[in-house]
């Protein structure tokens, strides 16, 4: 007896603890924003405008199939990259030269698959699931050759989400073919919404002509200013940036099954899906389990993110062969944005 009246206080206190602990969690992911990434419309409303962009895209989307299916052993990648900050208050959070490369190491880690998670796959999913051998390095040459630390930091502005600011987008840019271009700001769309989360642009060689390519990010959602799993939203970009549709492009149709690498995120083993619906196991209109934790879900926002497809990779790479990307890992480009394994 004496046993047990010593024993049920600390019993009380532990589960008072845990309790807290689980609620702390729960009320965390209840605060994050739904995702709003954007990324088909604003590239609809580009082709809209631009009837060449759009014919490339069509051939480059033919191009893509016929390096997928010649495609022979994977290379590895290193992209240098540049991040340009925009003032200093992101809803209380900073972003600072550590935060940043916080931030890079994890999209990294997200690509390679040493997220902690990776492992966790729903187990229909697992054989799916694949990496992507790319690096994204933060320049250590800016585009004089003088040294720098990747990271830019400017005035506030916002809106660099949108079509609205690209003359300011041009000025700011470094050159497209040399650098990945990351702009980070608080209000993205320049809407008074300060809870998007990012948005990115697809190859295009009409944008990286103009130095308009670009991935724009809310700071508020950097590795070290949110938590892990909701960071990893910037690997959604990264993905569109490397030519990756949203697995629930176009919702769940019954008729597109049959040309899958044509239709919806033309990827074959990313189920077909109306996204945003958590990470709980679904089935969608065809009775086909959901990939609710693949990075091009809005699974994010719930705390499921894990995963690449093994045909989500294999579109990747095709997108490095993209005359808007290709230039950038190139060796000579390697070396001159000091990135290259020797410098």
Request: hydrophobic share 30%.
């Given at each position: 007896m004496v046993m047990l009246q010593v024993l049920i206080p600390s019993i009380l206190f532990l589960l008072t603890i845990f309790t807290e602990v689980i609620?702390?969690?729960?009320?965390?992911?209840?605060?994050?924003?739904?995702?709003?990434?954007?990324?088909?419309?604003?590239?609809?409303?580009?082709?809209?405008?631009?009837?060449?962009?759009?014919?490339?895209?069509?051939q480059f989307e033919i191009n893509t199939r016929k390096f997928i299916s010649t495609r022979q052993t994977p290379k590895s990648y290193v992209i240098p990259v540049v991040f340009h900050v925009y003032g200093t208050d992101f809803s209380g959070s900073r972003v600072t030269?550590?935060?940043?490369?916080?931030?890079?190491?994890?999209?990294n880690e997200d690509f390679h698959g040493l997220n902690n998670d990776f492992h966790t796959v729903h187990t229909a999913f697992q054989g799916r699931r694949s990496t992507f051998d790319v690096t994204f390095k933060l320049?250590?040459?800016?585009?004089?050759?003088?040294?720098?630390?990747?990271?830019?930091?400017?005035?506030?502005?916002?809106?660099?989400?949108t079509n609205n600011f690209n003359s300011d987008v041009?000025?700011?840019?470094?050159?497209?073919?040399?650098?990945?271009?990351?702009?980070?700001q608080l209000d993205i769309y320049g809407n008074g919404v300060l809870t998007s989360s990012g948005v990115a642009w697809y190859p295009d060689s009409g944008m990286s002509n103009a130095?308009?390519?670009?991935?724009v990010y809310n700071g508020l959602y950097l590795y070290g200013n949110t938590n892990d799993e909701f960071s990893s939203v910037l690997t959604h970009e990264f993905g569109h940036w490397l030519n990756l549709f949203?697995?629930?492009?176009?919702?769940?149709?019954?008729?597109?099954?049959?040309?899958?690498?044509?239709?919806?995120?033309?990827?074959?083993?990313?189920?077909?899906?109306?996204g945003n619906q958590g990470?709980?196991?679904?089935?969608?209109?065809?009775?086909?389990?959901?990939?609710?934790?693949?990075?091009?879900?809005?699974?994010?926002?719930?705390?499921?993110?894990?995963?690449?497809?093994?045909?989500?990779?294999?579109?990747?790479?095709?997108?490095?062969?993209h005359p808007a990307r290709k230039?950038?890992?190139?060796?000579?480009?390697?070396?001159?944005t000091g990135v290259a394994e020797n410098n």
């Open positions: 609620s702390e969690r729960k009320d965390n992911w209840e605060h994050l924003p739904p995702l709003s990434c954007h990324a088909d419309q604003i590239m609809q409303e580009y082709y809209d405008q631009n009837e060449n962009a759009l014919k490339e895209n069509q030269d550590t935060i940043i490369k916080k931030a890079i190491e994890k999209v320049a250590q040459k800016d585009p004089s050759g003088r040294p720098t630390t990747g990271i830019v930091y400017h005035p506030a502005k916002n809106g660099y989400a041009q000025k700011e840019a470094w050159d497209n073919y040399k650098y990945c271009n990351v702009y980070i130095n308009l390519a670009r991935i949203h697995t629930f492009e176009h919702g769940c149709v019954n008729s597109s099954e049959g040309q899958c690498d044509r239709t919806g995120d033309r990827v074959c083993d990313t189920p077909q899906t109306v990470c709980k196991p679904v089935h969608n209109c065809l009775g086909q389990l959901v990939n609710s934790e693949n990075y091009m879900d809005y699974s994010g926002a719930y705390g499921c993110y894990r995963m690449f497809s093994v045909g989500q990779v294999a579109r990747m790479e095709a997108a490095m062969q230039p950038l890992w190139q060796p000579q480009n390697l070396i001159a």
